[in-house]
């Protein structure tokens, strides 16, 4: 087993060079990051605090990555922890512990996973909010550790993911929208390249189509997980010449605001506009009226995850055998009364 000395004699490179590229310091760049671990690999090179954890051949750790964002810093989300919840569970059956890698708003998230990579800091890892095109992906398959990712990306296959079934929600919303006689269904996505983003707006179109309707790219505007969003939704709605008579909303939380923003305006959430939301979730159980919405079970969900890691993981997988490739656990209507409107006249 080489040391970094020689790690960095036989590259042609320093020893700070080579010890930045194993700790994932974002002064160094990718194809010197790149020669460095394949070099490490290929020698059986691990940084002295985990060497002792590689020798044994595990570190009785799973990590968990999620990504930061500004606007969830102060929001109120339960779905992780109880995913976290779910995952332990079935963890500590195996005497593992979960390990959560909260990656900093500021942080590159492809350099925040490096560093754990290259430390063999965990025996598998779970990553949540992949993008359409994610090199964390890359990065894992290289690194040979076992991963599952939360969410599908268009970047590499063969490997595990367990996602939300968004599928199945906006088909069900439009087909309920539609059999109420509306025809202009609006649609919130979430801003940015997350890849849940792209799986909903492809099936809201197919869903129209299949209903002939025509599609209105100025009815699907991007929001943030905030309340202060459905403001802007509803003036940006009301301001078209032909505004809509229902909306499908990703985030639950900009249900508060477009409630608030149309009663501001003279108008009433569930009479002027039928409103469904993808996810029920304890800050918007309270709103009047009853927000109709989905139940996704987090048990499902966090079991799936750690399921579908410990089959990857040499002295666990007899007990999971045949692994998990994809997987939707289901999602179950909440019926409320903010979609139980006929379009206004």
């Not at 087993?1 to 490179?13: S, V």
């Amino acid at each position: 087993m080489k040391g970094i000395a020689q790690l960095a004699q036989q590259l042609g490179i320093s020893t700070g060079t080579v010890s930045r590229a194993l700790n994932g310091k974002p002064d160094v760049n990718a194809e010197t990051r790149r020669r460095v671990l394949e070099a490490a690999r290929s020698q059986g090179y691990a940084p002295n605090h985990a060497a002792r954890a590689l020798a044994q051949g595990a570190t009785h750790q799973v990590g968990f990555m999620i990504q930061l964002a500004p606007e969830n810093a102060s929001s109120n989300d339960y779905f992780f922890m109880g995913v976290f919840d779910a995952m332990q569970r079935v963890l500590d059956k195996h005497e593992l512990d979960l390990l959560v890698l909260p990656c900093p708003s500021h942080q590159d998230h492809y350099t925040y996973l490096q560093r754990f990579v290259s430390r063999s800091a965990v025996d598998g890892m779970i990553l949540a909010s992949t993008m359409r095109t994610d090199p964390r992906i890359t990065l894992m398959q290289s690194s040979g550790i076992p991963f599952v990712t939360l969410g599908r990306s268009s970047t590499g296959s063969g490997y595990s993911w367990i996602d939300l079934d968004f599928e199945t929600a906006v088909e069900t919303a439009i087909d309920r929208f539609v059999a109420r006689g509306h025809r202009r269904i609006a649609l919130t996505l979430p801003d940015g390249e997350i890849n849940f983003g792209s799986v909903v707006h492809q099936s809201y179109r197919q869903a129209l189509a299949r209903h002939g309707l025509e599609y209105d790219e100025q009815l699907v505007l991007t929001t943030h997980r905030r309340e202060d969003d459905g403001d802007g939704v509803v003036d940006r709605l009301l301001a078209l010449s032909a505004p809509p008579t229902a909306i499908f909303l990703m985030y639950e939380l900009t249900a508060i605001g477009i409630y608030r923003r149309l009663r501001e305006r003279g108008l009433e959430p569930g009479r002027d506009l039928a409103i469904i939301s993808f996810r029920d979730e304890p800050t918007i159980r309270f709103i009047e009226p009853s927000l109709t919405c989905f139940h996704i079970s987090l048990d499902d969900v966090g079991i799936a995850l750690a399921h579908a890691l410990l089959a990857q993981i040499p002295q666990f997988s007899k007990a999971y055998p045949g692994g998990i490739i994809g997987k939707r656990p289901p999602v179950t209507l909440v019926a409320g009364r903010s979609d139980a409107c006929d379009p206004p006249a």
